[in-house]
């Protein structure tokens, strides 16, 4: 019969009982919530994620102790990895000259670059890297040069600045040929990058790039982290090849014998993004998993609203039998009754649930994706809630005996 | 005479209640025509309820026949019986038992809806009821905004919208005062004599006086089953 008539009609009974009702709806809510959130959550860092990777460029790969993206109890494993030295960097370097082009770099956070009376805040990221990084990480200069082989061998201090520094330091004059202090040691800027923007809420463009030979002595003595190595093979069909080789070079550098495990991560595009995978996964089924279980609570909370709701209009649905109802109207109008209230529940769930996954792409600097798979998940999840749990109430609701449904009061 | 609208024969009714077994109607046969107007009398316990439960088709006697415009009750299912109450009888009760959200006009609707009659037609079929018991002016009011005459009209314009075969009236003056209950039973009156079926329920032999035959009703059989002499005509208010 009509839709729009038991719509309205079951609005009505929430009106009524709006205390109840609200309680209930909410555990359908904060299920729902939980699904969007994790959804919203996930499609917004994926996309702000695969932006960036494509950034990075499709031939490169990365060759690092542990891997960039972790989840799970596996750091373990990772933990007593030996560090790849700049040793061990260089030789690969060296071995992999004319397969491919590799680049060397290390990095630290926390610094503060000084020119007269202006420093940075927030700190910098201070990276050492050699004369292919720029390169093969696609970084671009935006004005003056990059340093060269000769400037990372003899060690010179010049460093080439990201945007944020231009603006906290420079305020408007031209940085090349100026100095800026970074800890204890002046660095005549040769170079600006080309701004990045920012990725998971981090800006990209407080950077300080050095020769990675600078690094290692203005640094520390001994090296205290790995240096990475990015490599970037000179053609697509050429990289599948280079990662191959890469790994071979590796293993003999790190003296692997055959049937040990590679002590070191290489990473292309697709590993990193499979990574990444794996652990948006993860917040996908927790998100799933603690969603419908409190579903399932909200699911007993409205059969029991149900329950309530034909006891207290017996004598309704008694009337509406007297003059004729049959049995499939008074199951079709609470069942519509109960899944106009799942619906209900389920549309506030959607709405906050999207609204906290904008609230995080917005604190990630990022836009955010409405998920709308989930989205329309959650309302088919709505739905077959409130039949499944509506169907007894409503079947109790159709079998009640007009003369004991009319006489009840 | 032509075939009666209401044939029941040797009809009884019992019930199990904590293992006892209750007959609430032990042999009742009677004939009902169309366009008779017919009171039904008896005590509490008499049995009267049931019976009318059963010629209203809300109920299936545990024995004997029913045939309701030469259809076997007995043989039908909740939903035929159902269908039934909806297209051949319509009640009017005692307590009016409508439904206190809908306005007037949704009540009255109610019912074709159910025999589902598009709203266009379901809506000017309602007004014409509503304006056919005096109360066109009150059509969007609820019950609660209502007085109980106007309610038991709302609810007799319901009982006829769908133009059944039996007004079938259980105590329909019951819950009103004196002056409101003769505009009720003169409002049955109108309907009979336009050719309307008509039976009341009730234990008041003033209200009993209206119907043109007394069907009396005693410990589950029918005491006596007579023709009033003296039906009321005058619907004075003193």
Known sequence: ?????????????????????????????????????????????????????????????????????????????????????????????????????????????????????????????????????????????????????????????????????????????????????????????????????????????????????????????????????????YSKEQLAEAVDESIGVMRSLRNLKPWEDNTFEVETNESVSSQFASFSNYLQVFGLGSGLISLLAAGVGIMNIMLVSVKERTKEIGIRKAIGAKRKWILFQFIIEAITLCQLGGLIGIFFGVLAGQGLGALINTEAAIPVNWVIFSIVICTLMGLAFGSYPAWKAASLDPIEALRYE | MSTPLIHIEHIARTYEMGGETVHALRDVSLDIHSNEYVALMGPSGSGKSTLMNILGCLDTPSLGVYTFKGLDVNEMTDDDLAEIRNKEIGFVFQTFNLLP??????????????????????????????????????????????????????????????????????????????????????????????????????????????????????????????????????????
């Open chain 1, 1 to 233: 019969m009509n839709i729009l008539e038991s719509i309205i009609q079951a609005l009505q009974s929430i009106k009524a009982n709006t205390l109840r009702t609200v309680l209930t709806l909410l555990s359908i809510s904060i299920g729902i919530f939980a699904i969007i959130g994790a959804g919203t959550a996930v499609s917004t860092l994926e996309g702000s994620f695969n932006t960036q990777l494509v950034a990075m460029g499709q031939n490169t790969f990365m060759i690092k102790r542990t891997p960039s993206v972790n989840f799970g109890n596996s750091w373990r494993k990772y933990r007593n990895r030996k560090d790849i030295t700049y040793q061990q960097a260089k030789d690969f370097k060296y071995q992999m000259e004319g397969i491919s082009l590799v680049s060397l770099h290390n990095e630290t956070d926390g610094y503060t670059a000084k020119r007269n009376n202006f420093f940075t805040d927030p700190v910098v990221t201070l990276i050492g890297a050699d004369e292919n990084f720029f390169v093969v990480k696609n970084f671009v200069i935006e004005t003056g040069r990059a340093f060269g082989m000769s400037e990372v061998s003899s060690s010179a201090p010049v460093v080439i600045i990201g945007n944020d520094l231009v603006v906290q330091l420079f305020n408007g004059e031209n940085p090349i040929g100026q100095f800026i202090t970074l800890k204890t040691q002046q660095f005549q800027v040769i170079g600006t990058l080309k701004s990045q923007g920012s990725m998971f809420g981090r800006s990209l463009d407080a950077q300080a790039v050095i020769p990675l030979t600078v690094f290692s002595r203005y640094h520390s003595d001994e090296w205290t982290s790995s240096v990475e190595i990015t490599t970037k093979a």
């Open chain 2, 101 to 238: 959200r809908a306005t007037a006009l949704k009540n009255i609707e109610l019912p074709l809806i159910y025999s589902g009659i598009s709203s266009q037609i379901r809506k000017e079929r309602a007004i014409k009821a509503l304006e056919d018991v005096g109360l066109g002016d009150r059509m969007l009011h609820r019950p609660n905004e209502l007085s109980g005459g106007q309610r038991q009209r709302v609810a007799i314009a319901r009982a006829l919208v769908t133009e059944p075969s039996i007004i079938l009236a259980d105590e329909p003056t019951g819950n009103l005062d004196t002056k409101t209950g003769i505009e009720i039973m003169k409002l049955f009156q109108d309907l009979w004599s336009k050719g309307n079926t008509v039976i009341l329920v009730t234990h008041e032999e003033d209200i009993a006086r209206h119907a043109r035959r007394i069907i009396r009703i005693r410990d589950g059989k029918v005491e006596s089953d007579t023709i009033n002499p003296n039906p009321v005509t005058s619907f004075e208010i003193p």
